[in-house]
């Protein structure tokens, strides 16, 4: 187990730098970071996990970082700046790791990590339209030179097609009914004006073990849309694995459940030796098994995290080994 400083001096300093790395103690449990190791987060963000692995696998790990939010790498920039030449830095989504990787001859790394979403830097800035409780132009774009918008989509898009996206990608029980007086109160350009006809809309907070803001899903339903996260998220996987050395491990990290099911289906695909369907009685896929699974099941925040970082409380972490030649 590598050691890290208590939770609550992490979250002092991070929250100086906007963001609180979720599952930290976690991830370098996972990652085992060691000296002379090759590490990429895909995600890097402000750089929360990527200090914390530089750190572990000191004096001469190396770090490779892409992030699509060019803001973010600006962040992290200045706070890995101690760490001199063990820091690379690139601006790319993570569904480019493989071209990254080839284009600037990144060796096999020893872990990668994957922390799925949007950050809560992002999140506390309400410029950037990504939260329902600040007020901010209805924009989500991660990558901010990214053509369509939020407001592009719930200004333009037809009611039922409206409907259908706030339906698979917030898993809103209520997306009909929502889309409709999206539609009548159109033009919509900010978050709160959006909030408002949202909860007016779904009539209250939401039910559940935990009560939640009636506009959470269709923020999130809107914001996975624009990024295009959940096909990223599925061509990222098999490159992430195509980028590790034998024995090197990849972690992801998911805040909702159709991400944490896209890890959790292709982990488990490719940890079986044959994949065919269960009433075939001979194999004829060909598949073999190249991970083995770390996680059986998703690693979640302690009560002690979320007390601190209630933001956290949503987090799963899976983890795979890729098998050794």
């Known amino acids: 187990m590598v050691t890290i400083w208590p939770l609550e001096v992490v979250a002092r300093e991070c929250r100086e ?3 609180i790395p979720v599952l930290l103690q976690e991830v370098l449990d996972a990652l085992q970071p060691k000296p002379g190791a090759i590490y990429i987060d895909g995600t890097v963000g402000a750089g929360g996990h990527a200090a914390a692995l530089l750190r572990a696998s000191a004096p001469d790990g190396q770090l490779f970082g892409l992030d699509q939010d ?9 706070q890995l700046a101690e760490f001199g030449g063990r820091v ?8 480019q790791l ?3 990787v080839r284009h600037n001859r990144i060796p096999p790394a020893d ?5 799925i979403g949007v950050s809560s830097m992002q999140l506390d800035q309400s410029e950037r339209g990504f939260s329902f409780q600040a007020e901010g132009p209805l924009d989500m774009r991660m990558d901010t030179s990214a053509e369509e918008s939020a407001a592009d989509l719930v200004n333009h898009l037809p009611e039922e097609e409206l409907a259908n996206l706030i339906y698979q990608y917030g898993e809103e029980p209520r997306s009909r009914r929502i ?3 999206i539609v009548k109160a159109r033009p919509i350009t900010h978050t709160l004006q959006l909030a408002e006809i949202v909860a007016k809309a779904a009539g209250g907070r939401q039910a559940g073990r935990r009560k939640i803001h009636p506009a959470t899903r269709t923020f999130q339903a809107l914001r996975v849309a624009v990024n295009n996260e959940l ?5 990222v996987l098999p490159q992430a694995l195509e980028c590790l050395n034998p024995g090197g491990r990849l972690s992801v990290i998911s805040f909702n459940s159709l991400e944490d099911r896209i890890v959790k289906q292709y982990f488990k695909r490719e940890a079986q030796d044959c994949i065919c369907p269960p009433d075939q009685l001979f194999c004829t896929c060909r598949h073999k098994a190249i991970v083995n699974i770390i996680t059986k099941k998703p690693v979640t925040p302690s009560s002690a995290e979320i007390d601190v970082n209630p933001r956290a409380r949503s987090a799963k972490l899976r983890v795979v080994e890729l098998i050794k030649g």
């Not at 060019?70 to 200045?78: K, P, S, V």
């Open 179 to 181: 889309a409709r007086a």
């Open 98 to 100: 493989g071209d990254v």
């Open 17 to 19: 730098k906007m963001h």
């Open 70 to 78: 060019e803001r973010a790498l600006e962040i992290a920039r200045r």
């Open 111 to 115: 872990g990668i990590l994957l922390d």
């Open 231 to 235: 096909d990223v998220l599925e061509r």
């Open 88 to 95: 690379h830095l690139h601006h790319a989504n993570f569904d």
